[in-house]
């Protein structure tokens, strides 16, 4: 499995969001994503084990 979805809250506004993580794109990856609801930057971490997932965190990118 090369994609995984992961669904998190936004930890600004608490809503429901859904990404799709990309493992190919490295074992290690963070990168931020504007929230669909309040359009604030999240910074995600994503870690990699081969080809599962092992790590994911969400935080505020700007505090
Ligand atoms: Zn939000």
């Known amino acids: 499995m090369l994609e995984n979805d992961m669904d998190f809250f936004c930890p600004y506004c608490d809503s429901p969001q859904s990404i799709r993580l990309d493992v190919s794109g490295g074992t290690r990856q963070s990168f931020v994503s504007d ?14 084990d081969a080809d599962s997932l ?7 990118e700007n505090e």
């Open 35 to 48: 929230c669909e609801v309040c359009c604030q930057p999240i910074l995600i971490r994503a870690e990699f």
């Open 54 to 60: 092992v790590n994911f965190s969400t935080e505020k």
